[in-house]
């Protein structure tokens, strides 16, 4: 629950909210780093000293539900001559450290980030005649903070966020987001540490879609050459109908150029994915898939989960020899106090940390695997393949429906447990499936109508005798039963 007021009204049970403009007597009462991200805001609308903030009625470190304190907004007149149209401005106050005193994060100091190190901002299209900013993009805001809270996964420039839902609950074709530097927000260095200005910008699914198959960074920067679609600074529009690819054709051959050329940045995705051994029967208490103490169910160890929590991280940097990293003995249960830099990193689940002791599990080789995917999941196989293998890479399918990993690697990607000899091989859970360029061609022709899921029917599989390799995509569903 929040309200709307101005930044300077005083609040439901505390005194008056910091904004830049309160009198001298409320200065002292003003926490630390609000004040400071406060100082950023007057720098850039030192003639909007009260503006409109919606506000969480019972804050998130007395129960609330919103870990957003507050987001203030304001009139941005944009530079007609730049193509930047009026737009709102929209600030978060809460993914940082506002207090300093560990009420919401802990204080590690002043030279690394003050909380999570960010704050969202968003650019809004101001509508002909409208006279007050809508509140909707708080809300939105709030529900990306929530999921950061809740994953402890921070965002970074050039992140997407899939929604699958028009942002302000319209009808529009701006359904996902895209993450940049906010092109007018400097970094605030406050008492508590540094804190930076990420921007949220709305894209439609084709525009998701690519910044998938190539880099988000790469569709930020076409998306500021089409002044419809964002313009200079990233300006959404909730009534755009045309994607950048429908308003200029040619811009669809730049993204074709820049996967042939650079690959893909996504290195995984959470999603509906199973795999099952099938050079034994399923009921086999040796299944591949897990190891089992007793009674308690096989999962994931913490360890392995951290692994693969570096396999992703690595995979967003451009190096010359992918490695994928060794299991680190001394991280514990999964959790490391280093915040991974983007929400593809994570990939530890609610049970990581429940698990058996890591030794205790062995890497076993394959004769034979069948995959499953459900149709999302599945239409990404050929970013995975051409955007990835096809560059000398990697890329992980983590399960969010049960305890279960599926990596893909390349022959050029050093620390893998799959080989040439055994492409594959399971660590408990986590499979890992080694293709050949040749291979890998091969299967991209096969699955060529995965590029247009809606023109199949599930349940749709494709096999490899040779191979010994199965793939089903298969409906959600399915994925939803205990048994994955």
Not at 319 to 324: E, R
Request: hydrophobic share 35%.
């Amino acid at each position: 629950m929040a309200e709307l007021r101005p930044s300077g009204a005083p609040g439901p049970a505390a005194p008056p909210a910091p904004g830049p403009s309160a009198p001298p007597a409320f200065a002292s009462l003003f926490p630390p780093g609000l004040h400071a991200i406060y100082g950023e805001c007057r720098r850039l609308y030192p003639d909007q000293p009260n503006p409109l903030q919606v506000t969480a009625i019972v804050k998130y470190w007395l129960g609330g539900p919103d870990p957003l304190d507050y987001v203030s907004m304001y009139r941005n007149v944009g530079s007609p001559s730049a193509n930047i149209p009026e737009h709102w401005h929209y600030i978060s106050f809460g993914l940082s450290d506002l207090y300093g005193d560990s009420r919401v994060h802990e204080f590690t100091g002043t030279d690394g980030p003050s909380g999570f190190g960010f704050e969202l901002t968003f650019r809004l299209k101001r509508e002909t005649g409208e006279s007050a900013p809508p509140t909707w993009p708080a809300e939105l805001m709030q529900g990306l903070a929530r999921y950061v809270f809740q994953s402890e996964n921070t965002f970074c420039s050039g992140d997407h966020v899939s929604w699958h839902s028009p942002l302000d609950n319209s009808e529009s074709r701006i359904q996902h987001m895209l993450l940049t530097e906010d092109p007018q927000m400097q970094p605030v260095q406050t008492p508590f540490g540094v804190v930076t200005f990420l921007q949220i910008v709305g894209v439609c699914t084709e525009e998701l879609h690519a910044a998938q198959q190539w880099n988000g960074q790469g569709i930020l920067e076409l998306l500021r050459t089409v002044p419809v679609a964002g313009g200079p600074w990233l300006i959404t529009d909730m009534r755009r109908g045309e994607t950048i690819f429908e308003i200029d054709p040619h811009l669809q051959e730049r993204v074709d150029k820049g996967i042939e050329t650079d690959g893909s940045n996504l290195s995984g995705v959470s999603a509906k994915c199973a795999w099952d051994d099938l050079s034994r029967p399923p009921e086999d208490d040796e299944d591949s898939r897990s190891i089992c103490i007793g009674t308690q169910p096989r999962r994931l160890s913490g360890k392995d989960t951290e692994q693969i929590r570096e396999t992703l991280r690595r995979g967003l940097e451009i190096n010359s020899k992918p490695v994928l990293p060794p299991i680190n003995p001394q991280r514990q249960n999964g959790f490391t106090h280093d915040r991974a830099p983007s929400r593809k990193d994570s990939l530890e689940s609610d049970s990581s940390t429940a698990i058996v002791p890591h030794e205790l599990i062995r890497t076993r080789q394959l004769e034979s695997v069948h995959l499953k995917f459900n149709q999302e999941s599945g239409a990404l196989i050929p970013l995975c393949l051409r955007g990835r293998l096809l560059h000398g890479r990697h890329f992980t399918y983590k399960s969010i429906t049960g305890d279960m990993a599926i990596t893909f690697v390349s022959t050029g990607v050093e620390g893998a447990f799959a080989t040439e000899e055994h492409p594959y091989a399971a660590h408990g859970p986590w499979l890992q499936i080694l293709l050949t360029e040749e291979f890998v061609e091969k299967m991209l022709e096969d699955l060529e109508d995965l590029t247009s899921p809606e023109e199949f029917k599930l349940p749709k599989e494709y096999s490899w005798p040779e191979k010994k390799l199965k793939v089903s995509i298969l409906p959600d569903v399915v994925f939803d039963s205990p048994l994955h």
